[in-house]
């Protein structure tokens, strides 16, 4: 049971990453993974493993881009919302309310004591 949770955590970063920019097949320079990921938002190039940007911000303080752009790419990550309707959303809204928990409850109840 482990694995299969490790493995669900690791396909969830992957598919948060996969959201927040497009992942290439090519080496970092500085560790040899292929973790290296063109955030759309920011129009930049990053290694996840490093926690680097491999580009260089422009500079210019009017830089739609640039400008914005946090110091690590992890800060990306963390700061990333889940769009209204996502599972993400969804799965956020339901542990921020309990409500569903208990009609759960008693509907379960109902069917065992149907099923009798």
Not at 96 to 102: A, L, W
Request: hydrophobic share 25%; aromatic share 14%.
């Amino acid at each position: 049971m482990k694995n299969r949770k490790n493995y669900l955590k690791v396909r969830k970063k992957h598919f948060k990453w996969e959201q927040i920019g497009w992942h290439s097949d090519s080496i970092c320079s500085e560790c040899g993974q292929k973790s290296i990921y063109h955030i759309y938002k920011y129009d930049a190039w990053c290694c996840i493993s490093c926690n680097e940007w491999l580009d260089e911000p422009c500079g210019d303080p009017a830089c739609p881009f640039c400008s914005k752009r946090p110091l690590t790419p992890q800060e990306v990550y963390f700061m990333e919302d889940f769009e209204s309707g996502s599972a993400g959303w969804r799965k956020d809204w339901r542990r921020k309310n309990y409500q569903h928990k208990t009609d759960g409850m008693r509907r379960h109840r109902k069917r065992k004591v149907f099923s009798k």
